[in-house]
């Protein structure tokens, strides 16, 4: 019995220290995503403040991009409908954004500009997400217009 409160005790203090590593999540993507803006916000960027814990006086941030302080940058969030889907070759298929379904995505962009509109027929090439338990990262090699 002491074995055992003495292994979850070093546990505890492992998965208290930050030394577990962070977890990311599967990459989503790269895949070209076509279709029409249906909805669009946009949000300023965002400082967000680093988590952890204290523990016998000592700060322990928490793993990966959740234990330091960060800026979410600006963005559009953007709902599009009628989409049409290529996932890259080396994109997980399970892990890509289905043709014909409504696929919300995230576009960095730092001033709510007029760049996207409602109602734009946009391609959104190279996007991806990743992250971990701090949060996602999008990302996109360019976005060209065809109509409205």
Same mark, same amino acid.
């Given at each position: 019995m002491?074995?055992?409160?003495?292994?979850?005790?070093?546990l505890l203090i492992v998965l208290s220290s930050?030394?577990?590593?962070?977890?990311p999540i599967p990459q989503v993507g790269p895949m070209l995503i076509e279709g029409v803006i249906d909805r669009i916000s946009w949000n300023a960027d965002r400082f967000v403040k680093g988590s952890g814990m204290y523990n016998n006086g000592k700060w322990h941030p928490m793993? #990966?991009?959740? /234990?330091? +302080?960060?800026?979410?940058p600006a963005h559009?969030?953007?709902?599009?409908?009628?989409?049409?889907?290529?996932?890259?070759?080396?994109?997980?298929a399970s892990r890509s954004f289905k043709s014909?379904?409504?696929?919300t995505l995230v576009i960095n962009h730092p001033a709510n500009d007029g760049f996207l509109m409602k109602g734009m027929r946009i391609k959104v090439y190279d996007?991806?997400?990743? #992250?971990?338990? /701090?949060? +996602?990262?999008y990302s996109f090699s360019r976005i060209t217009v065809s109509g409205r």
């Open positions: 002491i074995k055992l409160i003495t292994a979850a005790i070093l930050g030394l577990s590593g962070a977890a793993s #990966g991009s959740l /234990g330091h +302080d960060r800026t979410i559009y969030r953007i709902l599009l409908k009628k989409t049409r889907v290529e996932s890259h070759e080396t994109a997980v014909g379904s409504d696929i996007y991806t997400v990743r #992250g971990d338990e /701090g949060g +996602d990262w």
